[in-house]
């Protein structure tokens, strides 16, 4: 499985000087399985430079999009991704119970209101909504997809995916709670990432400024490396940096996050994921 991060920023995009190391683009994963299947991770605006870049590899491209949930900055690059004016792409979305939904309404809200020139029905690509993942997991390519409900408002979903003995386990715009207001529990968290090869998580916040951003649906560094040590992952990547974040901000960051894995004794590699980083698991 080769990961790509095409978008590692939350909340909106944030171009600029300060930002040239981890990237200003909103988030976007590109996931190539063993088996040539492609999945790609929401439709931010990281979108827009990968649907240019898998149309220079092949026309007749089949793409497994999901979501992980419908908020702006997961979304607002569908309309840019290039595929979609393909008549011989297939997409296939699936995650958030609302993905379609939220696509959807990207173009159709936007149409009516005179803001966005293009409806859905105009788009040229095969676009199905599968609903798979519904039952809480799904094989892709021989790859098994999982899906875990997220602590965030309006509801979400995290992934996991197992191939040949290897997890890798994505889960962004989670606010790691003991118990949280959506039915999940920390220790639900530390039982689904357990093990896992790689884990990249939401950490959009330090732990001063999450005392007065409770229940905004985000995490602290304090309880990533908290979560990361009790679920035992090998690598732990700092994921949906904030807006506001340089790259020295953003460095700073997983240097407090490597140093409270170690006060715990554990051996784990700590990164903040970088727009453009290419992953092999």
């Known amino acids: 499985m080769k990961i790509t991060f095409w978008g590692t920023r939350g909340s909106i995009a944030s171009p600029g000087p300060e930002t040239v190391v981890y990237g200003g683009n909103t988030t976007c994963l590109e996931l190539n399985l063993a088996s040539d299947c492609i999945i790609v991770i929401d ?18 491209t089949c793409i497994h999009l999901l979501i992980t949930h419908i908020h702006w900055d997961h979304v607002l690059g569908f309309p840019f991704f290039a595929p979609l004016f393909t008549p011989s792409c297939h997409i296939e979305v699936d995650g958030s119970p609302r ?29 199905e909504h599968s609903q798979k993942l519904r039952n809480g997991s799904v094989e892709i ?4 997809v999982e ?14 995916f197992t191939e040949e003995k290897k997890t890798f386990v994505f889960i962004t715009d989670n606010e790691l709670l003991d118990q949280g207001w959506s039915g999940t529990s920390f220790s639900d968290f530390v039982s689904f990432c357990s093990g896992a090869d790689l884990l990249v998580h939401d950490c959009q916040y330090t732990t001063a400024e999450i005392r007065d951003r409770r229940g905004w649906g985000h995490s602290d560094v304090r309880s990533v490396s908290r979560l990361a040590v009790e679920a035992g992952v090998k690598r732990l990547f700092l994921f949906h940096h904030d807006p506001w974040r340089t790259d020295e901000g953003v460095a700073s960051m997983v240097q407090e996050c490597s140093d409270l894995v ?11 994921a970088r727009e453009g980083q290419i992953l092999d698991l």
């Open 43 to 60: 439709a931010g605006t990281g979108i827009r430079r990968l649907g240019d870049h898998l149309l220079k590899r092949s026309e007749n």
């Open 141 to 144: 390519g021989g790859t098994l």
């Open 262 to 272: 170690a006060s715990k004794a554990a051996s784990i590699e700590v990164e903040g």
């Open 99 to 127: 993905a379609m939904e939220g696509l959807q309404r990207v173009f159709s809200s936007n149409y009516i209101d005179g803001t966005w020139p293009l409806r859905f029905e105009d788009l040229k690509a095969r676009i």
């Open 147 to 160: 899906s875990h409900k997220i602590q965030h408002p309006q509801g979400g979903v995290g992934f996991k």
